[in-house]
């Protein structure tokens, strides 16, 4: 059954009938035995005017008149319908000890998940073994013999669960505070960092090395913290995309895979990335394109100190060659696995709406299948609304079908009953898998409660994936 359908025949009931915001908050710490909620947990998307940036704080945002989700019962089967990947992103926070990692793999298999996609590189940094990355900061207190992924791993196979490692790519520092270890990228190579616009002018003269220019793109993250989630390496440079294909090449070798998921493969908005690596570039690309005539404008403002001439005499140009440089270090790290695994599955978090993601972030993802550069892509729908979501589902469909799709759903941002109905109906109109977001939150204080006191994976899995308690998970 196809999505226009589900839209056209009659389901603005469940719309109106159900509850779609999630629960209130509740603050107070989670229970000890359970690893720490992620500090990566998005805003759920009621609580930003459009949309929301990043990775983890994605709406789908635009309204369908009469649009809804299936009412029970009209688009399920009673039998139910498994999609065959049934993930679960494990936000990094999960990874910190030995007994936190067992705890993931045997909470994911009571609710009869199959793969999970473990953020091994969250900021920059490597909670596996890893000579390129600095170790991760929280694991400072770990034995240094301890390896996050290696666990993972190993207790994953003994349950039959797939592990894709969980790559950040771009996004390499939080807003929080900088990385302190001078290893890390934000540290040793800050010119390769993405810049916006509003601070061009100012550091474009600027040794990045000096700390202020640093200091500077912090001061800029935590004042626009609805913009953009922290520091990102520029994907217009060669040298930082060479290095995430490193990065990825590192752990393909290293480790015996399912697969790898890449997320943050984008530019944070439009106004990135305007470093004087990438205006440069730019410049540079254009004068070996173009007969000097049509450039002599640009020129003469440029030599004049105009460090925009370029992207504003030639806004499409500038916007395209943003484009393909995203693209093109997708397809590096696409490049490194398929080098040395040719097997493993690849995947990509996207914005949901291929417009917004391609015109906002750069992020061309119909084109990366289309290419078959990945596998499937996984449109990050967190939002509480039906007709959005509803909407997401239709627009993947259209752009690559729904053989390509992992339809995320965000559990922070439904009640339960919510999230078991949509993560039913994913597998019901025959997408390829759903992802849920995030483990972190479930087995923290909020997924308690919204689960009614009981575990809400495996409490999940038996209305979801009709998984039964303690059962091996099918479908690997």
Known sequence: MSVRPLLAVGLVAWVSGCALAGPEPDLSPPSPELPP??????????????????????????????????????????????????????????????????????????????????????????????????????????????????????????????VHAWVNAHLVAGARTPPADPLHLVNRRPQWLAVPRGLARELFHMDPRDARYREALMGHVRANPDQVEGLYSSPVLPE???????????????????????????????????????????????????????LQAAEARWREGEIFAYPDAFPRQWDDFRQERVSESLAAAVGAVRRVRPDLQVSVAVFPDPADARTHRFQDWEDWVARELVDAVAPMSYTNRNDAFALAMERARDAVGAHRVWMGVGAYTNSFDEAVRRARWVGAEGFAGVSLFSYDWTVGAEGIRAAGGEAYLERFGREAFRAGTGSPASGR
């Open 37 to 162: 909620p992620s500090l990566d947990r998005p805003v759920p998307d009621s609580a930003v005017p459009d949309r929301a940036p990043g990775a983890d704080t994605v709406a789908a945002g635009v309204e369908v008149e009469g649009a809804a989700g299936p009412a029970e019962g009209q688009v399920v089967p009673a039998d139910g319908v498994l999609p065959p990947v049934r993930a679960l992103w494990v936000v990094r926070t999960a990874l910190v000890h030995p007994d936190s990692v067992r705890a993931v793999v045997e909470r994911a298999q009571r609710g009869g998940f199959n793969t999970l996609l473990v953020q091994v590189r969250g900021r920059g940094d490597a909670w596996y073994r890893s000579g390129r990355e600095p170790r991760a900061e929280p694991l400072a207190g770990a034995h240094r013999s301890y390896d996050p992924l290696a666990v993972m791993l190993d207790e994953a196979r003994g349950r039959g669960l797939s």
């Open 240 to 294: 930082a995309t060479e290095h995430l294909a490193a990065v990825v090449t590192e752990l393909v070798e290293s480790y015996e895979l399912d697969g790898v998921h890449l997320d943050y493969l984008r530019m944070p908005s439009r106004s990135f990335d305007y470093s004087r690596g990438a205006l440069e570039a730019f410049r540079a690309r254009l004068r070996a394109r173009h007969p000097p005539g049509e």
